[in-house]
Each structure stands twice: as structure tokens, then as C-alpha cells.
């Protein structure tokens, strides 16, 4: 129906629309009546008004009657009908203060030089709320801030004397709340004080643990927790579960020290990679696939019934799904999958395994690793003997009894069945460890030897070819000594809660050419070192990296430069007293 109005005209109103609410109003009259019949007390319906009769004494008879009739029909108790006792309610008056943050000027306020030695005072800021604060059960205040020791500042990082914490605990705080867009002004070493500080005035601390364990360890402890694997106490296929089996993996007291190693060992190559950044996020995917393997209990439940039962198969254990790229994709495990233990030759620990793999010698392999205290033993792989040598070799990574493998046996030590021999080495001289100086000349060895120079003596430094490569007939080689270079580990990054170096840097004593030597870079050079040349293609950048390093090093004037012949005969050409000199030497 088309409901357009024609302009200047109304619409003409249907006929019965001045009767549409005669009923309504009629309804509502009647309600109305009703309502003053009842507020008068004349009510029409319901209940009749109570009315109290005259009082009549009753007769003795009436009365025994009465009682016996009572008597006789009220059920029979012992005692009195007993009512639940209410538990008695608790209550805490809760007091939080926000924003305590210290300006320059309140800093500045807060000075007392009124005495020999000045000090801050800041306990008048807060004696109008003095009483309110000690009245509560329980005082929270947020402070915004650091306590990081002199110099102080204000806006925009924010550091305050220490005072300010005695001053909150003597106002009758209980709690300083540090979790706030304040809290990193002063780095990480900032947030460390200022827990400490506050600790250590009485104080209790929430929003920052700077002493906890690290994001990785708190994230595992909370796919761990008990609670979350109560219901498995009680379930009838507990024992051949394969996800509580992985949960005791790492909760094992036998296992739970060396499985936590290496997945941080594994996440920390991620990182000193340099070629992803994983994320809460990834980590948090990448965990809950090695423990579950993406399975869940109706899995479990159904595969128990139809009589299968998914712990014996030697796919599900934790360490499988670390390296077999069964969960891509997913960020973390597609680069754990190119760490691949059973990717890694170990001959004599391939051998061993590789000859006791009959079943009646399983005793035998069980030695290498430690005993689980509440953890089934892991099925083993039966597919193929590759197969059961490469999933026992994760396990070795995760799981090695390092005084029997290791020290008795002689097999490998697990961190390195992983592709990096010089992981720990690397990671050593991060977190300030090694003598950098060493460090220095090992790498200067392994570049010169990567340019194809021949062996030269340690104290020489760093030797680069000037002639082709493929010219063996005259090789000239400019040396640098190991004195003009510094190997310097970056300051750790202070905008992050939790940090780690990834990367170091060799570089002229002149401040260039400067060479960042990641964890790729440092295998490679340090594998150089020891004679292991140049040649898979995956290689070719780090090349490519050292000769843009060499050429703006050739750039520079250097003091001698070696000759060597087809014949083996080296020369030394050096500036002697503003000379220029040649001698032959022995290399």
C-alpha cells in the first residue's frame, strides 16, 4: 500500500478509528474501581477480613483435649529442629591510591636541607590520607615510576629517591602496584630496583617479577599446572594417554630439568637466528602441539574403545613433535624441524643404536637415558630402522643421562646432536662469559682462512687475498693485526622487560668497516677456524656479508703484506723505519 501523502491534502482517516480505544479505557475504569474498593477496605473478593472473636477461657477438658490431640499428631523428634548456622561473614575494607608519580618539582620538594646532610622526606605528601590508609584491611598504591638510584628525573622517565618507598610503607600501604606505562623508564635494571627496593622496605610487589622465571618458563608452568590435569587422576585410560604422558614429561623430577634445557636451548637458536621473531603467541601454538599433538580426549577415549590405544605410538611423544614438522605450519616448529637432531651424523652413537635394536636389547638403549620416575617408557618407532634411529636420537637431545652417555660411553654430549657446534659458545659470549680477546682471534683465523689463505700464524691476525682465488701461482695477502680490531657485545636492548643479545660486532679499531656476527655467521667462521672450508649454497650469503666486510677493508693502508709463491716460499713486506722490506719467512 503506498503511503505517500499528496502535498497540501491529510490522508483520509479510516471510519471506526474514534472507537479503537473505548475497550482499553473501559478496562482501566473497572482496574480503577477495584483498586478504591480495596484501598477503602470494602473489597469485593478475596479473604475475607480478619476479625479477633471475643476471649473465652477454655475449659480444662477443652484444654487436656486439645493437648493430647497435639500430642498425638505432631511427628515424633528428638530435640530441638535444628537450623543451619550461617557462616559468618568476612570483610576487608580495600584502599587503592592511583598515580604516585614524582615530578621534578615534587622530586625537588621533597628535599630536606635543614641538616648536616640532606635527604628526602616525602611521608607530609601524604598525612591528610594517613588516617584513611591505616584504617583499611588492606592499601594498594599504584606507583608510576622507577626507583633506580641517582641521578633523579621527572617527565618523561620518571626516577624517584628511594624515600618515596619508605614514605608509602610509614602512610600505611601494604601493596605498590608497578605494572604500568612507567614502568621500563629506566630499563630493565630500573624494574629490578625498583621491585628490590620496595621488597625490601616491607612492601609487597605485583604487576612486575623481574626475578621470576622467563616468559618461556611461565608460560610451560601454566599449561602444567595441576588443576588443568586433575580430571586425569581419575580417567580409566590415564596410563596410555599419550598427552598426560608428554604433561609428566615435564613435570617428571627426573626429566623436568634437561627437557626445560633444551626447549630453551631450542627456542634461544630461534632468536639468535635473526630470522623470525616468534611471539607470545607462537609460543603458546608451538607448546600446546608438543603436549597434546593436537589430540584430545574424545581422541584418546574413542581409540580405547575400538581397543587401539594411542600411546604406543612412537609418533605422539613430545619430542617427536618437536622436529618431525607434523604441526607446520606453525612459526616456532617449522624452525625446530631444521634443527633436526636425526638430520645430524653421530657415528658412533648412529652405530650403537643402530645395533641394538632388537627388542630384547631395549634394556640396553633405556641406559643412555634417565629413568622416568612416573612417566610410561615411550613406545618406540617400528616403522623403519632410520625411523627408530632418528626418533631415538630426539629423545637423546631431550633426555641423555649425561654420566652415563656422555662420560662412560663417550657418546656425544645432546646440545651437540643440534646442526650448531658453537651454539653454547655464541650464547657464552653474549651473556659475558668468554674472553672476547680469544674470541676475537679465533674469528680473525676462520676469515682469513674462509678467503682462502693459507694456514698462517695465530699473532698474524687477519690476512686477505688481493690476487684471484684461483690463482695458486702468486697469492698476496694484506695482513691486519688482531690488535686493530674489537669484538663488542651490544648494550642488551632497554625498552624490553626480557631481552637477549643476538648478534656481536667485529669492527675496526677506527670505528670501520664493521661486521655484525650473528649466530650463522659465528658457526660459520668458527668452522672456518678449524678447516672446515666454504661450499653448500645455504652459505653463499655469509660470503657474501665477509666480502663486503673485506673490500671496505682493503679500502684501508695496511703495515705488511705477505707474497706467497708456487713453490711455498713466503715473503714478508713490511715498512721498517719508513723502509720498505722484504724477508723471507717460514710458514
Known amino acids: ?20 480505544l473505548a475497550m482499553p479505557l473501559a478496562i482501566l475504569a473497572v482496574v480503577l474501581g477495584l483498586l478504591a474498593l480495596q484501598w477503602t477496605g470494602k473489597m469485593p473478593f478475596g479473604a475475607a477480613p480478619t476479625t479477633t472473636p471475643p476471649s473465652v477461657a477454655p475449659s480444662p477438658a ?8 497435639a500430642a498425638t499428631a505432631a511427628p515424633t523428634t528428638v530435640g530441638p529442629t535444628a537450623t543451619p548456622t550461617p557462616e559468618p561473614v568476612r570483610s576487608v575494607e580495600l584502599v587503592a591510591v592511583g598515580d604516585i608519580i614524582l615530578h621534578q618539582s615534587v622530586i625537588d620538594g621533597g628535599l630536606v636541607t635543614s641538616k648536616p646532610e640532606p635527604f ?22 599504584n606507583y608510576e615510576g622507577t626507583l633506580a638510584g641517582p641521578p633523579y628525573s621527572g617527565y618523561p622517565f620518571f626516577c624517584a629517591p628511594d624515600a618515596i618507598a619508605d614514605a608509602l610503607l610509614d602512610t600505611g600501604f601494604d601493596v605498590a602496584w608497578t605494572a604500568n606505562n612507567h614502568t621500563i623508564d629506566k630499563g630493565l635494571e630500573g624494574v629490578i630496583r625498583t621491585a628490590n627496593v620496595f621488597r625490601g622496605t616491607g612492601l609487597t610487589v605485583v604487576g612486575t617479577r623481574p626475578d621470576a622465571p622467563s616468559l618461556f618458563s611461565g608460560i610451560l608452568d601454566r599449561f602444567l599446572e595441576p588443576p588443568r590435569w586433575q580430571i586425569c587422576e581419575t580417567c580409566k585410560t590415564r596410563q596410555h594417554c599419550p598427552i598426560f604422558a608428554n604433561v609428566q614429561s615435564f613435570r617428571d623430577p627426573s626429566l623436568t630439568q634437561p627437557t626445560r634445557l633444551r626447549l630453551t636451548q631450542l627456542l634461544m637458536a630461534v632468536h639468535l637466528r635473526r630470522e623470525r ?19 584430545g580426549c574424545d581422541d584418546v577415549h574413542r581409540e580405547s574403545r575400538e581397543g587401539r590405544w594411542l600411546s604406543s605410538d612412537s609418533n605422539s611423544p613430545y ?66 630402522a632410520g625411523a627408530r634411529i632418528a626418533s631415538l636420537k630426539r629423545r637423546y637431545v631431550f633426555e641423555a643421562n649425561e654420566s652415563e652417555a656422555c662420560a662412560r660411553r663417550r657418546f656425544p654430549n645432546p646440545s651437540n646432536l643440534l646442526p650448531y657446534r658453537h651454539f653454547q659458545l655464541f650464547c657464552d659470549a653474549l651473556s659475558e662469559v668468554s674472553d672476547l680477546n680469544q674470541l676475537r682471534d679465533a674469528l680473525l683465523r676462520g676469515m682469513s682462512r674462509a678467503d682462502g689463505v693459507p694456514d698462517i700464524p695465530a699473532e698474524a691476525g687477519l690476512a686477505l687475498r688481493l690476487t684471484d682465488a684461483s690463482n695458486d701461482d702468486l697469492v698476496v695477502m694484506k695482513l691486519y693485526s688482531a690488535d686493530t680490531f674489537r669484538l663488542i657485545r651490544p648494550p642488551a636492548p632497554e625498552e624490553a622487560v626480557e631481552s637477549v643479545r643476538d648478534y656481536m660486532v667485529l669492527q675496526n679499531v677506527n670505528g ?4 655484525i ?14 678447516g672446515c672450508m666454504a661450499g653448500p649454497e ?50
Open 62 to 69: 477443652a484444654t487436656s483435649q486439645t493437648t493430647t490431640a
Open 512 to 515: 670501520t668497516p664493521r661486521l
Open 1 to 20: 500500500m503506498n503511503r505517500s501523502m499528496t502535498p497540501g491534502k491529510k490522508p483520509a482517516r479510516k471510519q471506526g478509528r474514534a472507537y479503537s
Open 277 to 295: 621473531r616468534a611471539t607470545i603467541r607462537d609460543l603458546r601454538s608451538a607448546l600446546a602441539y608438543v603436549i597434546t599433538h593436537d589430540l
Open 517 to 530: 656476527i650473528g649466530l650463522d655467521l659465528f658457526e660459520f667462521l668458527m668452522r672456518a677456524a678449524e
Open 319 to 384: 619430542y617427536q613433535s618437536v622436529f618431525d614438522g607434523s604441526g607446520s605450519p606453525d612459526l616456532l616448529l617449522d624452525e625446530w624441524q631444521q634443527l633436526d637432531p636425526a638430520l645430524v651424523p653421530s657415528p658412533r652413537l648412529d652405530r650403537y643404536l643402530h645395533f641394538h635394536r632388537g627388542v630384547e636389547q631395549v634394556s640396553w638403549i633405556e641406559t643412555l637415558f634417565h629413568a622416568a620416575k612416573e612417566r610410561p617408557m615411550p613406545a618406540y618407532a617400528v616403522d623403519s
Open 120 to 141: 628526602y622526606d616525602y611521608t607530609p605528601a601524604f598525612q591528610y590520607i594517613r588516617p584513611i590508609i591505616e584504617a583499611a584491611g588492606l592499601a594498594l598504591a
Open 538 to 587: 645455504e652459505q653463499r650469503a655469509l660470503v657474501e656479508d665477509l666480502a663486503i666486510f673485506k673490500n671496505q677493508l682493503l679500502t684501508q693502508p695496511a703495515q705488511e703484506v705477505l707474497i706467497l709463491e708456487a713453490g711455498h716460499r713466503t715473503h714478508r713486506v713490511g715498512i721498517v723505519d719508513g723502509k720498505l722490506v722484504r724477508e723471507e719467512v717460514a710458514i
